[in-house]
């Protein structure tokens, strides 16, 4: 089993950066893709960006394409996302997910319990 600690979200004016962590523990967590999603208050969970095990594979979705860069760390079991131009729409609740490399919420069977980013205008 496998378990996920995010943190490094807060509030940030328009803009402006974060960076986002995931710590995974449990046998094998560095051999899992790894993905964020997020999730704004009244929508459904969407996909942010997902990072192969190896790290050579990696997708985003197009709404955060050219501003978010995801990055892992297998030595430390962390994987990053890098927010860069956040804008408000990117204001969610963001999850970190371990599983198989996808899009698709489904194919995730770990989860962590999400932080808090909130974008000002």
């Known amino acids: 089993q496998v378990q996920l600690v995010e943190s490094g979200g807060g509030l940030v004016q328009a803009g402006g950066s974060l960076r986002l962590s995931c710590t995974a523990s449990g046998r094998t967590s560095s051999t899992y893709a790894k993905a964020w999603f997020r999730q704004a208050p009244g929508k459904e969970r969407e996909f942010v960006a997902a990072?192969?095990?190896?790290?050579?594979?990696?997708g985003y979705a197009d709404s955060v394409k050219g501003r978010f860069t995801i990055s892992r760390d297998n030595a430390q079991n962390t994987v990053y996302l890098q927010m860069n131009s956040l804008k408000p729409e990117d204001t969610a609740v963001y999850y970190c997910?371990?599983?198989?490399?996808?899009?698709?919420?489904?194919?995730?069977?770990?989860w962590g319990q999400g932080t808090q980013v909130t974008v000002s205008s």
């Open positions: 990072i192969g095990w190896r790290g050579a594979t990696i």
């Open positions: 997910a371990a599983g198989t490399f996808s899009t698709r919420y489904d194919d995730y069977g770990a």
